[in-house]
């Protein structure tokens, strides 16, 4: 089982941004669909983001299209979820899960279809 692990969070004014990363040691990330989940306190966890594997394909929850944008730096064997316009409601602990995958269209914002999971980091936007 991989080592996954977020980093990233922290306290951010409401409007203000914050760039997540999720690594996994001695894995190639470009060899896994990864997604972007997240709980808020009080409500179940839900999936706002998700990258395939090699093209790269994206996919957003509504919620956060047009805010949020993931991508993968190879170089650097990161995914990172890039955060902006970031509001109060986007409070919660974020969470890196990845899933092994030939195809490389493939994404998806079903925490079930997800077998490695980061242990998460917070995020607390201010109003």
């Known amino acids: 089982q991989l080592q996954v692990v977020e980093s990233g969070g922290g306290l951010v004014q409401s409007g203000g941004s914050l760039r997540l990363s999720c690594t996994a040691s001695?894995?190639?990330?470009?060899?896994?669909?990864t997604g972007w989940f997240r709980q808020a306190p009080g409500k179940e966890r839900e999936g706002i983001a998700s990258?395939?594997?090699?093209?790269?394909?994206?996919e957003y929850k509504d919620s956060v299209k047009g805010r949020f944008t993931v991508f993968r730096d190879n170089t650097k064997n990161t995914v990172y979820l890039q955060m902006n316009s970031l509001k109060p409601e986007d409070t919660a602990v974020y969470y890196c899960?990845?899933?092994?995958?030939?195809?490389?269209?493939?994404?998806?914002?079903?925490?079930?279809?997800?077998?490695?999971w980061g242990q998460g980091t917070q995020v607390t936007v201010s109003s």
């Open positions: 899960a990845l899933r092994l995958s030939s195809n490389n269209a493939w994404t998806t914002l079903r925490e079930d279809m997800y077998i490695d």
């Open positions: 001695g894995h190639t990330l470009s060899y896994y669909t």
């Open positions: 990258i395939s594997s090699h093209d790269g394909i994206t």
